[in-house]
């Protein structure tokens, strides 16, 4: 070992890049800390915060193997030089079944183990919004997400629509009916929660919980055309109190003017096409009635 | 249908005869008949590189553009035609043909043989990929360029639906990717079929499977994937072609169609087509190591058996390109499971590379610098992998650029960086010289510098929820940082990039001269002189081992120390006569060797692609030109003679 | 095409063409597997007529099913000919197995007139989609199978075929068989199985 150290310390200027490019990654990685607009290392909702988590419990491990096998190969490049162009061979080791069954089988016990919470995860966070979720209707087109209210009505029955900045309640769950009027879309809070793709002909529901009023910023996260890059939103999350609040203002407001409000988008919500219905095998509650709660 | 052979000779035939010979002499209508695995071998490669370097400018304008927030280097328009190209390009034109260029340089030398079992085939392969790839780059100018509008596709590489229909990527760019791919990939079925018969049927005697090199088993598992993986790709864009040329319903949603189809057909091909692009940096990596650590791949039979549970294991994972589209909990558990599961395959190949390490005698040459930058590399991109099986979690990173970091680490850092310890280290059998030693050290280093500098960072930018394919940001996200970063690494890449250029030229015309055995092999390749004669192999080699030229070069004595074979006794054994082409007689020098005849029918037969392409988006009428050129190209294949008659 | 191959010992016994006709067959299963996939995924899910019910004529296309069967015979029939050395009958079988496969060519056509003319079209519906892209793709199998038949024929009249060629006939005869086979499954699938 003593010899190993020796190696290395002789050897040190010549990996100068290598401790570099090291100092480089601490660098990066402390980075993530940062209170940034959409950093997913700064949840504020329940889904969020559970995707971190995971993430790290996957991603610690994942730094410990990587940091093994390139110290490793690094460790392996000094100790095994060739110091003498003209020396025999080594001894021509061609392999070890024990060694090569331990590093086959360990692995996919540890993987395993690894699956056993995000399996849990997946079915936790794809459970069906609860029945006292607060329901909102999105509707995705290029390049922009809107918004309606199917508890927010005028006096002929059309729901309050917002082409933008939404208000959602904090400390209960939000249900986003997920509408597209064009092509694939995502929709996306990174600090509330992971992306659902907005699929014409079939209408994902994802939930999502905001802790605490606050701004937050969303974006498109699949491809959606020329101007993918702009499809953004504000979402506000008002306290129980300022969002009933807002929705007694926006509703005095709907009654006193009447006036017609953009309809929604051709999807048509409430009539599911057959494929939609056939195609998703998993329960992806569309419109259902426990969906549509508050 | 190919096998005819002409029964009497006509004028017609007198003439194409000639024809043929007058080729095989001429130094550049030779490359356009040729048949020899070889030649087509730096064809397929040197295309490759060059669309490298077409695909790495469109990265640079791109890193330009981001390098900084609301930048205005490139337009919305030309941002998204740029990554669309520049995803297709290093696909489909880059690390596919340029594994291609060493299946075809390769194979046939490392099992034995002298050329392919259908070498005709082989240059219809070359000649379709060429065509693919002019056609489709041709979609730059389909709109008028100098007034600086690309014509490009815009649809993404993965042209999802229903944004690859017409009423929302209007203009030719997508049905120049469509059928561009479509060509490509047969091109790349013709190259599937003819490795799989190469590899199972025309090994040198006593080359059994298990003796196979590493390099030839990846092969073999490449090609199957592509055999299997293209029909389905074919099939989702005949569909497309239909709805978009012809008003067919498979993505119209407006018709009732499921949008996810597309990705469901697209994955199931794209997923074994992310190993058709790693498995072959596998066996290159796997050839390398042991030479220049001087003793045998460690536990080959763990490495064989992986690449062929990683293949089978392939088509069970393109689920998890899809958590987030809301297929529900069964399918996104089920489909977790099996993506985490094919990370231990691919672990169970980087642990045996170490053990290949571990008590070696490491020779630190330019190939093996760039075979342990791609196991290092490899493992960050593998586990970065495994951070994306997480699903819930995934669905904060799906689309993000944590996810362009993952795929660049394992297909830059992996399959690029094993393509390059390639070429340097098979450079010297083809040219007979060495790659300069010193450039190549300084084109690793700069490569691995700028390698990660690039890609990183774009594990935090992803992470600090910055979505892939957006041309421009807001200043105030914490991402100016790390795509400031990522765009210096990508130039210093482009540098090394460019310092590679320099010394293949360089050493190209005054390199150092090489051996047959250059770097002390093991396998049959440098059994042969540098440069190979054209016939390969003068006397059919009889195998008795695996790492046969090692065996006949070392030995253990007494004491078990490896020592060299007494010179003189490291003769070859050979197999006279019978040698898998027909020659009945002794072949010193190669005389008498029956090769495979020059022919243009199958440059003639590939052109016929892109005349019908051309045809199906502007005018009909071009398509009977196209299938003209098939029909008298498949035609004159069938009847011409496949080899002279011995004159 | 390899030089020769046809007599020489490859590593697994079996001759390079035929190996390769093997792994195209393999591939092409994936091909029309594929387009059955679209195919099933979208029975009954049309959203407009015309449907499925009101267009198909199961003893017509019986009778045109039973007649590509029947080529297969006489495909069998052909090679063993040419593996007796009899290259007259060889040559009266192939002609039977074209025409035969010509036949049915004719019936697809008959039968994609007619449903044109009730409506249907490849933009009518996602039936009218998937069907003619199944069906079209195989009837292009067949189409390509009759020309390889008769430039066998062509060249066996002008004495290319004989006892020692017997492979080529071969190979034509398993792509045919293939060809077959996918139409038996999407007879099963695309006329006698439809949706309720």
């Known amino acids: 070992m003593s010899d190993l150290f020796r190696t290395i310390r002789r050897n040190a200027p010549r990996y100068v890049p290598l401790l570099l490019m090291l100092a480089i990654f601490v660098l990066l990685i402390s980075g993530c800390t940062t209170d940034t607009p959409q950093n997913t290392f700064a949840p504020e909702g329940e889904v969020a915060r559970k995707q971190r988590d995971l993430f790290y419990l996957a991603m610690w491990p994942a730094i410990g193997v990587m940091i093994l096998v390139l110290g490793g190969i690094v460790l392996m490049c000094l100790r095994f030089r060739e110091r003498d162009p003209n020396s025999r061979p ?23 183990i690894v699956g056993v919470p995000m399996v849990a995860m997946i079915w936790d966070l794809g459970r069906s919004p609860d029945a006292n979720a607060y329901v909102i209707d999105v509707d995705a087109q290029r390049y922009s997400f809107s918004f ?147 | 249908m190919a096998t005819i052979a002409a029964p009497r000779t006509s004028p017609l035939a007198e003439s194409l005869r000639n024809a043929r010979q007058a080729a095989e002499h001429n130094p550049i209508l030779s490359w356009f008949a040729t048949v020899d695995h070889k030649r087509i071998g730096v064809l397929y490669g040197v295309s490759a590189f060059i669309f490298f370097c077409i695909g790495g400018c469109e990265a640079l304008l791109m890193r330009a553009q981001l390098a900084g927030p609301n930048a205005n280097v490139l337009t919305n328009d030309e941002f998204n035609r740029l990554f669309t190209m520049h995803g297709t390009t290093m696909v489909f ?75 929302y990527t209007p ?27 190469t590899i199972l049927n025309m090994r040198a005697p006593g080359m059994t499977l298990f003796r196979m090199p590493v390099f030839i088993w990846m092969t073999l598992v490449t090609s199957f994937l592509i055999i299997f993986a293209m029909p389905v790709i074919a099939v989702a864009l005949f569909e497309l072609t239909f709805d978009r040329l012809f008003g067919a319903n498979f993505f119209n949603p407006a018709a009732g169609a499921n949008p996810l189809l597309w990705q469901h057909m697209f994955w199931l091909f794209g997923h074994p087509e992310v190993y058709i692009l790693i498995l072959p940096a596998f066996g290159i990596v796997s050839e390398i190591l042991p030479v220049f650590a001087r003793k045998p791949l460690f536990g080959y039979p763990f490495v064989v058996f992986s690449g062929i549970a990683i293949g089978f294991m392939s088509w069970g994972v393109w689920v998890h390109h899809m958590y987030t589209t809301g297929l529900g909990t069964v399918a996104n558990s089920a489909f977790g499971i099996s993506t985490i599961l094919i990370a231990v395959p691919t672990g169970v190949k980087i642990f045996n590379w170490m053990g290949t390490l571990w008590g070696g005698s490491i020779r630190f040459k330019a190939p093996m610098m760039f075979a342990i930058g791609t196991v290092a590399m490899f493992t960050i991109g593998g586990l970065s992998g495994v951070l994306h099986s997480m699903v819930p979690s995934d669905y904060q990173q799906q689309d993000t650029y944590f996810v362009v970091a993952h795929f660049h680490y394992v297909l830059f850092g992996g399959a690029i960086f094993a393509l390059f310890a390639g070429i340097y280290y098979w450079f010297p059998k083809f040219t007979g010289k060495f790659l300069n030693e010193r450039l190549g050290h300084i084109n690793f280093w700069l490569m691995l510098i700028g390698f990660n500098l690039t890609f990183f960072p774009m594990h935090i930018s992803g992470l600090l929820g910055m979505p892939r394919r957006i041309y421009t940001y807001p200043s105030d996200y914490g991402w100016n940082l790390w795509n400031l970063l990522s765009s210096i690494g990508a130039f ?154 011995e004159a | ?30 091909f029309f597997g594929s387009l059955i996939a679209a195919y099933l995924l ?41 593996q007796k050395g009899n290259v007259r009958n060889m040559q009266i079988w192939l002609a039977t197995t074209a025409i035969l496969g010509a036949m049915f060519i004719a019936g697809q056509a008959y039968e994609f007139t007619e449903f044109h003319h009730e ?29 390889i038949l008769l430039s066998l024929l062509t060249y066996s009249f002008r004495g290319g075929i004989q006892k020692q060629d017997s492979l080529k006939i071969e190979l034509a005869g398993l792509y045919w068989h293939f060809v077959d086979i996918v139409w038996i499954i999407i007879f099963t699938l695309v006329y006698l199985i439809q949706p309720q």
């Open chain 1, 90 to 112: 080594p001894k021509q080791i061609e392999g070890n079944t024990r060694l090569e069954l331990t590093w086959t089988i360990a692995p996919a016990i540890l993987l395993l």
């Open chain 1, 148 to 294: 309606s209210y199917p508890d927010i009505k005028d006096p002929s029955g059309q729901p309050l629509f917002l082409p933008a900045e939404p208000h959602i309640p904090t400390g209960r769950q939000v249900a986003f009916r997920l509408h597209s009027a064009d092509v694939i879309h995502s929709f996306w809070i990174p600090r509330l929660g992971g992306k659902l793709d907005v699929v014409p002909n079939e209408d994902n529901v994802l939930w999502l919980v905001a802790d605490k009023p606050d701004t937050f910023h969303g974006e498109c996260a699949e491809y959606c055309g020329l101007d993918h890059a702009t499809m953004k939103m504000i979402v506000h999350a008002d306290s129980p109190e300022d969002f009933q609040k807002w929705v007694d203002e926006q509703q005095a407001q709907l009654n006193a003017t009447p006036k017609p409000t953009p309809v929604r988008s051709a999807t048509p919500a409430a009539t599911p096409s057959p494929v939609a219905a056939s195609a998703s095998p998993a329960p992806t509650p569309t419109a259902t009635p426990q969906a549509t709660g508050g």
């Open chain 2, 93 to 167: 034109l880059v690390v596919m043909p340029l594994s291609n260029a060493f299946f075809n340089l390769m194979v046939p030398l490392m099992i034995g043989s002298r050329d392919v079992a259908f070498p005709r085939l082989n240059a219809f392969s070359y000649w379709t990929f060429i065509a693919g790839a002019l056609f489709l780059n041709a979609s730059f100018f389909t709109r008028n360029i100098f007034s600086g509008d690309l014509g490009a596709p815009d649809g993404g590489w993965f042209g999802y639906a229903p944004l690859n229909l017409r009423a």
């Open chain 2, 171 to 197: 203009g030719h760019g997508m049905d120049f990717w469509m059928l561009g791919i479509q060509i490509l990939g047969i091109a790349s079925l013709a190259g599937g079929f003819n490795f799989i018969v």
């Open chain 2, 492 to 645: 210093t890449i482009a540098l090394s990039v460019l310092i590679f250029i320099i010394n293949f030229l360089w050493s190209i015309r005054k390199g150092k001269p090489a051996s047959a055995d250059p770097w002390d092999g093991r396998t049959l390749e440098w059994t042969i002189p540098s440069p190979p004669p054209h016939y390969n192999f003068a006397e059919i080699p009889i195998v008795h081992s695996r790492d046969d030229f090692w065996h006949r070069k070392y030995q253990e004595d007494a004491q078990g120390n490896v020592v060299p074979v007494l010179a003189g006794a490291a003769h070859a054994p050979t197999l006279s006569g019978g040698d898998g082409h027909g020659a009945d007689h002794d072949d010193h020098g190669g005389h008498g060797i029956h090769l495979p005849s020059p022919s243009f029918m199958p440059l003639i037969a590939a052109l016929g692609f892109p005349f019908i392409a051309t045809g199906l988006i502007y005018d009909y009428a071009l398509v009977p030109v196209g299938v003209t050129l098939l029909v008298v190209g498949f035609y004159g294949w069938a009847l011409e003679p496949a080899a002279e008659e």
């Open chain 3, 1 to 30: 095409m390899a030089v020769g191959s046809a007599h020489l010992e490859t590593s697994t016994g079996i001759d390079n063409r035929k190996l390769a006709m093997w792994l195209f067959l393999g591939s092409e299963c994936l």
């Open chain 3, 42 to 82: 979208y029975r009954g899910h049309s959203l407009t007529g015309p449907y499925p019910e009101d267009l198909v004529d199961i003893p017509f296309t019986s009778v045109s099913a039973f007649i590509l069967l029947m080529s297969s015979v006489s495909m069998v029939l052909a090679l063993a000919s040419i």
């Open chain 3, 119 to 147: 409506g249907l079209s490849l933009s009518a519906n996602l039936y009218g989609t998937t069907f003619f892209v199944l069906t079209g793709f195989h009837g292009a199998h067949v189409t390509i199978g009759v020309l």
